[in-house]
């Protein structure tokens, strides 16, 4: 197939050898031909000269009785045996020319398909019968085309449904612009010359061509946009094609199977190359809108003259002068509205002078805008263009001159009113003539106000006989005289100057707002302390150790270093809770550091004595003990030794040496606030113990020194250590993601009897449930209400654009889910195939299961589900039954949320890194 030397040709020129062709067929275009052949030298330019508006030209390709394209032999591309040929261009020339090239004679000719009759001459009528259907619409026009036909593939029996209005254009572009609106296309027919065209894309043969071939895979983006893409419910997935090039003839409208997709072709070429007819197709998804509305620009702001037909309230019908004839039982209705908008207005007549106006190129919505004198010239009142008129046909009428305003009605005597520039306002009335208001009416002048009456003037307050008449003599009656007069009394002036003031004190500042006590921050402080009394006392024991102090001794330095800095973190920690403010950890630790420091040496010199249990020898170890610390504390905090200070806490030593034999029973009688306050502090170290814990370990693994130089040294750049690890650790904890901490009770979904008596579908509830469960929980908070808020906008702008059914869904998940889609019908070919059923019927069944299917949201979107997040296939109808029932749960589950968020106080920074914890079920009823 598609050999050159197999191309055979009926023209009325005599040919040679094809030295070239080409043979175009797309949509909404005229199949076009071009070829170049030899012609003998006797020939020469004669074709050209003599060539016709009427010579047809059909080329075959012919092939033998096998299908094979005939030899090479030389033969006479003239001659056409059409039983072993078939035809690949019928049609009518358009140009032919001829050349010499080197001695030799070329003729190159170009041709078009019989469609290029109807885009030869632009014509202008209306079709104004509403209820004329498609296909009698396009005969109605074909009959200027004797001979001819065409092949209707959409819209047969279907109602135009509106007046429709070829002006300034073509048959051929006029029929485009009527397949637009049903959204197709007209493709010519290449093949017979006598059917012009197919109304709509045809549905041809059914191929099947070979996964291996050569293709070129493509997507229409601008197309898609054009044709309002996801607005209305396109996809971007129906606008991909594919293009091969192939030997093989196939014609348009005809469906091919390539690639395990259904396809057409919607468009091919095809050239010469070497001896080869080289065809190129293009291979279209059927579900594309590949032809938008099309439009005539030219109407946009034309008007049409006609005659009223008739008129019914604000609407006229009309005889435009386009049109041969209108019949007026199917003229349509249009609606009547003049330039003068709502002053003057006034209904045509019928047998006058309209014109309808179109305000756009969609030619939907034109409007008869008013009258169309053909009499101005001939007119008295008209013949003046600085006059203007307006009149009706009962005889009323304003007339407008450069100096004047004239109204007046239509009786026999009429009612006038004149503004007249050079003499002022004039009124008549053939009878009464009342001024009434009710408020007051006010004549005003700068010069007199005339009133002139025949017999009487008079002037009477309204229920009452009070007034004045003026007849012959002037009288005035009144019921009351009042008497009116003035006074004037004047005064010794005084001084009214404003005074200085004083400026007012500005209003007291508002209280401070006192801060709450901030426990947790107090139980972390007490704990770094503490951390820092341990850290102290294992550095002197181990120089104790180091040193060879004896067992007791060491003993002695560890239970001072301990219980002194125990009890100097605890009284800071009584402290704050008393003036009711937390003081920073680095007070904490250094307090504690110190007083370990302190207890540990106090405890070398005093801790071997302080085994005598009188009391007396308490009190003297008490007393030595608190003089020997205070000695030591003030030297360490670089200040002078004062004596009285040394006494006073060598007295408060020896006091209380014997008072320690009692302090559990103290602790227990200590105050509730006391109590509470310890309560409050030990209920956060548990957690805040674990960090230091792992910060204490942390720190072991760096290196260690156990030499404490003066000023506390090394005690100090423990503490620091300690202090940055310990908040490390902290932060490190607070970014763990981690699920709510509070399950999310759901009401169970309701398994109607149809799913629950059936085992199967059953599970399939309890599966898709636990889908919509796990994908919950799969989102942080955060995600979750972005997703809530999302769907609620979108829901608010589909209601609120009037969209019918508004859902609230995105349409950017539309391409996601017909990808599954595809893949999962794709699978479940190949599943049916591998069960031994062939490629139809495994289709077959595999279209059917598709239908009972649904491209399944892991949650919804009304759930707080992503768009984009299409996680599987499952049952259609349990999945419809699921979305419904998210209706009346979808908002109190948000509720709950934000009541979480709200409890546990928070923050935005909490909600990226917490997860949904919601639980779901399902049972019948």
């Known amino acids: 197939m598609g050999a050159v030397h197999g191309i055979r040709i009926k023209s009325p020129y005599t040919l040679m050898r094809l030295e070239d062709i080409k043979i175009e067929n797309r949509p909404n275009e005229h199949g076009y031909l ?85 885009d030869v001459k632009e014509k202008s009528r209306s079709f104004q019968n509403e209820e004329m259907t498609y296909d009698e619409l396009i005969e109605e026009i074909l009959t200027d085309y004797s001979g001819f036909s065409f092949t209707q593939c959409i819209g047969n029996g279907q109602a135009i449904g509106k ?95 390539f690639k395990q997709k259904d396809l057409y072709v919607n468009q091919y070429s095809a050239y010469a190359l070497k001896d080869e007819v080289i065809y190129k197709y293009r291979l279209c998804r059927k579900n594309g809108i590949w032809q938008t509305k099309l439009y005539n620009s030219v109407i946009a702001g034309a008007s049409i003259d006609g005659k009223v037909l008739a008129v019914e309230g604000e609407k006229v019908k009309l ?24 002053m003057m207005y006034s209904m045509p007549v019928v047998g006058t002078s309209a014109r309808l106006y179109f305000p756009n190129e969609e030619s939907e919505d034109p409007i008869v805008t008013g009258c169309v004198r053909s009499n101005g010239s001939s007119c008295a009142k008209t013949s003046d263009t600085k006059n203007r008129y307006f009149g009706t046909e009962h005889g009323s009428e304003i007339e407008m001159t450069p100096g004047a305003v004239n109204i007046k009605g239509g009786s026999k005597e009429p009612l006038s009113i004149s503004f007249d520039d050079s003499i002022g306002v004039t009124l008549k009335s053939p009878k009464n003539l009342n001024l009434s208001a009710s408020d007051d009416i006010i004549i005003k002048t700068p010069a007199n106000v005339k009133v002139k009456a025949q ?41 009214d100057e404003p005074k200085a003031g004083t400026k007012p004190e500005p209003p007291p500042p508002p209280p401070e707002e006192k801060k709450p006590f901030d426990w947790g921050k107090l139980a972390t402080n007490v ?66 550091a110190r007083e370990a420091f302190i207890g540990a040496v106090s405890g070398a010199i005093f801790g071997p004595f302080g085994a005598g249990e009188a009391l007396a020898g308490k009190m003297v170890l008490g007393g030595l003990t608190n003089g020997f610390e205070s000695v030591l504390r003030q030297t360490l905090e670089g200040k002078g030794i004062d004596f009285k200070t040394v006494l006073f806490d060598m007295g408060v030593g020896a006091a209380t040496g014997g008072l320690f034999h009692g302090a559990g029973k103290l602790f227990e009688k200590a105050s509730p606030f006391v109590k509470n306050a310890f309560n409050k502090v030990s209920s956060e170290l548990s957690e805040n113990a674990r960090i230091a814990k792992i910060a204490l370990n942390n720190m072991q693994k760096g290196p260690r020194s156990v030499v404490l130089g003066s000023n506390l040294g090394n005690v100090d750049e423990a503490i620091g250590r300690f202090t940055k690890e310990f908040k490390n650790v902290k932060n490190e904890i607070k970014l763990e993601p981690k699920p709510m901490n509070k399950v999310i009770e759901v009401p169970e979904f309701n398994v109607k009897p149809k799913f629950n008596n059936d085992p199967n579908l059953k599970a399939e509830y309890t599966r898709q449930v636990k889908g919509q469960e796990e994908g919950l929980n799969k989102l942080s908070i955060k995600e979750y209400l972005d997703n809530r808020e999302a769907y609620a906008n979108r829901l608010n702008e ?104 709200k409890d546990n106080n928070l923050s935005e920074k909490d909600l990226e890194k917490i997860y949904l914890n919601i639980k779901l079920s399902c049972g019948g009823k």
């Open 455 to 495: 017999s009487q003037i008079g002037v009477v307050k309204s229920g009452t006989e009070n007034g004045l008449s003026v007849e012959t003599d002037m009288h005035f009656k009144g019921s009351n005289v009042i008497k009116d007069g003035s006074d004037r009394e004047t005064y010794a002036p005084f001084d």
């Open 34 to 118: 071009y070829l170049k052949a030899l012609v003998d030298d006797s020939i020469n330019f004669k074709h050209a000269v003599n060539a016709s508006t009427d010579d047809k030209i059909c080329v075959y390709e012919e092939t033998d009785e096998d299908g094979a394209i005939g030899n090479s032999a030389i033969v006479d591309i003239n001659v056409v045996d059409e039983s072993k040929s078939k035809i690949i261009f019928n049609g009518i020339v358009q140009n032919v020319s001829a050349s010499n090239e080197n001695g030799i004679y070329y003729i190159e000719i170009q041709g078009a398909t019989s469609s290029f009759e109807l």
């Open 527 to 592: 704990l770094a302390g503490l951390a820092v009394v341990a850290l102290v006392t294992v550095a002197v024991v181990a120089v104790a150790v180091t040193c060879g102090a004896a067992a007791p001794v060491v003993g002695a330095i560890a239970a001072g270093a301990a219980i002194a800095g125990t009890a100097a973190v605890a009284s800071q920690a009584a402290s704050d809770i008393s003036r009711g403010e937390v003081s920073d950890m680095s007070t904490y630790m250094s307090v504690g």
């Open 798 to 901: 589909q209601k609120l654009s009037g969209k019918k059914n508004p859902s609230g869904r995105d349409t950017k998940g539309n391409a996601q889910q017909q990808l599954v889609r595809d893949d999962a019908l794709n699978r479940k070919i190949k599943e049916y195939k591998d069960q031994g059923l062939t490629r139809k019927e495994a289709k077959e069944k595999a279209d059917e299961w598709i239908k009972t299917q649904a491209a399944l949201h892991d949650p919804d979107q009304i759930a707080g589900g992503n768009p984009l997040n299409v996680t599987g296939m499952g049952d259609k109808r349990i999945n419809s039954s699921i979305g419904s029932q998210w209706k009346s749960r979808a908002n109190d589950v948000e509720k709950q949320v934000r009541k979480y968020i």
């Open 163 to 257: 007046p429709l209005f070829q002006y300034k254009e073509s048959d051929w572009n006029f029929l485009k612009r009527i397949a637009s609106e049903l959204k197709s296309e007209l493709y010519c027919d290449i093949i017979n010359a006598g059917n012009m065209f197919y109304f709509g894309r045809p549905n041809g043969i059914s191929y099947e061509i070979e996964d291996i071939t050569s293709y070129r895979a493509c997507k229409n983006l601008k197309r898609f946009h054009e044709a309002s893409g996801y607005e209305d419910g396109y996809n971007d997935i129906d606008y991909f094609y594919y293009e091969i090039e192939t030997r093989n003839k196939y014609n348009v409208g005809d469906n091919i199977y």
């Open 319 to 342: 005889h435009l002068n386009i049109d041969e004839s209108q019949n007026a039982d199917e003229a349509s209705w249009f609606p009547y509205a003049p330039p003068t908008g709502n």
